[in-house]
């Protein structure tokens, strides 16, 4: 019963919050609805005993990317978008229903057979820190190492498209 | 009874609602965040997963994800950076050439 009110909770917050970064016409509103998102995401996956990642995804996407976007906005001083209205409507109506559609398509995909326990008759996946630490460094230690080359790529990449060019 | 299948149509949902942003928004900073929207569906179907199977592979998995997304963002923003600077315009529609 708790289990379900948190549930509904949560969800419901971040649906409405990520439609909201969807239909913001100022980016800077849309970046803080976007925070919402992810510390509910976090509650979420608390629920489902990641607690590991839901640290993770407060640190990370709150408190790194979503900083970042926000610098970038304050920096680019971007004023509200302004699009024909015509365009807008056409492009709005398309994505709706393509969107929709897609949706629905995945809910028919997902369609697991009925039964299904409810999940504190499953075994949880232990998401401590020891069980997650033990498996990125065993069985997925070169995944691991390998990601270090796409950071230093993506630095060196971010560096290079940022500097100033001399002669500017 | 909240079941696995609750989080699967939680994380659709999610994943539509950031579909419906990247197919309507000409912004190019407002289509980098619904992709990180459409990412963020995309973990929580990884981690539903891994608790329905009890196996904390999945987890894993979205930590890779958490770290690729981090690096594709550094570089989405610097290039953002550089179109407004170069083009001095943000709208994904404007940038259409690949050479000027």
Known sequence: MTEAVFFYTFTVLMLVSAGFVVLSRQPIYSVLSLLAVMFCLASLFVMLGAYVLAALQVLLYAGAV????????????LEPERL???????????GTAAAALFAFLLSQVFELPAGEPPLERVPAASGSIESVGRLLFTKYLIPFELTSFLILAAVIGAVTLGR????? | MITVTHYLIASVLLFSI?????????NVLMILLCIEIMFN????MFVAY???WADVGGQIVVFFIITVAAAEVTVGLAIAILLSRQL?????????RLKW
């Open chain 1, 66 to 77: 979503l900083v970042l976007f926000l610098f970038v906005i304050m920096l680019l001083n």
């Open chain 2, 41 to 44: 569906a995309a973990n929580l």
């Open chain 2, 50 to 52: 891994a608790r329905g």
């Open chain 2, 18 to 26: 950031g579909l419906i942003g990247i197919l309507t928004r000409r």
């Open chain 1, 84 to 94: 024909a209205r015509m365009r807008l409507f056409t492009l709005r109506s398309v």
């Open chain 1, 164 to 168: 100033r060019s001399p002669d500017e």
């Open chain 2, 88 to 96: 001095h315009t943000l709208n994904a529609d404007e940038v259409s």
